[in-house]
Each structure stands twice: as C-alpha cells, then as structure tokens.
C-alpha cells in the first residue's frame, strides 16, 4: 500500500477536531475543566506521537498523527454523560472513540487498510496488552499509540498531584482516595516486573505505582529516551511515599530503564 506518495493534509482533521472541543464547551467550570485536559492532552499525545515516529516515514508518521487525534475523542461524551473518567464506571472509552471515528466518517480520506489499521489502533489503546497476530501495521500504530499516550498521561498526572485541590481537573485522579503508604498487591506486581492491573488499586498511591509499571510496557526506543529526558521515574519517586519497599521497587524500574535504554544504543 505505497502507491499513495501524495500526503494527505491533516489540516481539515485538525480543524474538525477543534469544533468537536468546542461542541462540549460548557459554562460548568467543572465540566469544562475536564474536557480542556483531554483537548491538551489529545494535543500532547500528537506531539508525542510525531517525535516517536520521527523517521520512520513520513506516511507512517501521519498515520500517527491521525491515530492520535482520535484516539480520546470518546473521552467527551463520556465525562459529558459519567462525570468520571472511569471505564469501569462508565463505559470503555476507547469503543467509544472509535464509534465516533465512524460515525463522522473522519478517515474517509484514507485508504481502507489504513483506515482499518487506525480504527484498530484508537479501539485498543487501552487495552491491558497489545493482542498477537494484529496486521504489521495496526500493530505499529497501536505500540506508538499507547507509548505516546502513556508519556502524556505521566505529564496530566504529575502536574493533577501537584496542584493545588481546587484546581484539579477532577478527573485526572480517577477518585482514588489520597491515603498514606502503598498496597501490597501493586507492590508485588512492580517488584515482579509486571505492570499493575487497575482491580489491584485502593488509593491514590497505588495508581501512582501503577502509571510507574507502565515503563515495563514501552515498545519503542524514542519513548525511553523521552522518559529519561522528562525524568518521569524522578518525578513519580517524589510523589510517593518514602518507605523502603517503594524506593526498592523505584530502583528496580530505574535498572530496567538503563537496560532498555542500554540495549537500544546498541
Ligand atoms: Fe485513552
């Protein structure tokens, strides 16, 4: 499928994109303040997705782009309607995404396997694993999604903790209780190499422990740098509590960043 040499212009998805923000503008500051982090956000992860795919084609590269434009669009209907961020308490926002992906025909300017591949990409972003046996290319942009997507929800997440409470996007925190310590289940899970699965969290630690063992899921090279560069472990390590076990489980990622990063320079 390389037949087309000619780059589509994202300018008119770009634009639609923006009045599709300002379709939710509301007067309730509350709301409103949800539905600009996820506009920042969206912007953010296209950004991170163009530096990810730096090099890799200039197709690929705005295939990218695209996927990373769609891939919250349900996240405003879904706090428009729950008033969570939720899936478990509302619905999977991801098939939400990528019902409105379709439902205004957005990729119609793409040919049908890279159309296909997006809407795979966007449905899937937030599953727990990236599924076997996906075509090469939806399997590319899926990776490229969620690292792109993890690298921002780090940023959202750092900058939700160290507001003051009465500027939070309430949102971003997913209501977990702010409570001293970690629980043990998340602990474990980080200290075994496995990302933490969402049932395992009781407060707001633990989602911090969480969003740390997403680094034993980052698939390309360019996103470990990234993370080095932002100094996202850092800035998690000074979020959490300073007990022992969370400081051992901390240097155990930090080991696994190094060797990442280590075998890829190679
Ligand atoms: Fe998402």
């Given at each position: 499928m390389n037949d087309h040499a000619v780059l589509p212009d994202l300018a008119p998805l770009r634009d639609w994109f923006s009045s599709y923000c300002d379709s939710f503008r509301t007067s309730d500051l509350e709301l409103q303040r949800n539905f600009d982090l996820k506009e920042e956000h969206t912007r953010n992860v296209c950004r991170n997705a163009s530096l990810i795919a730096h090099g890799m084609g200039p197709r690929f590269e705005m295939l990218a782009e695209v996927a990373a434009l769609c891939h919250d669009l349900g996240r405003f209907p879904q706090f428009r309607d729950y008033?969570?961020?939720k899936d478990s308490e509302s619905l999977n926002h991801a098939h939400l995404s990528a019902q409105v992906v379709k439902q205004h025909r957005?990729?119609?300017?793409?040919?049908e396997v890279e159309r296909a591949s997006i809407e795979v990409a966007v449905r899937m972003h937030n599953a727990f694993q990236v599924p076997e046996g996906l075509p090469a290319l939806t399997a590319d942009l899926l990776r490229l999604l969620r690292d792109a997507d993890k690298l921002d929800i780090w940023r959202v997440f750092a900058e939700y903790f160290n507001a003051p409470e009465a500027e939070r996007a309430s949102g971003a925190g997913l209501g977990f209780p702010d409570l001293p310590g970690c629980s043990a289940e998340p602990l474990a899970a980080v200290a075994a190499g496995r990302m933490v699965q969402?049932?395992?969290?009781?407060?707001l630690n633990d989602f911090k422990l969480l969003q740390v063992s997403w680094i034993y899921d980052i698939n390309f090279p360019a996103t470990l740098r990234l993370i080095r560069q932002r100094s996202v472990l850092e800035r998690f390590a000074a979020m959490l509590p300073q007990d022992r076990e969370v400081l051992d489980v901390l240097a155990q990622v930090g080991r696994y960043l190094e060797g990442r990063l280590g075998e890829s320079a190679n």
């Open positions: 008033h969570t961020f957005l990729l119609d300017f793409l040919p969402l049932s395992a969290l009781k407060n």
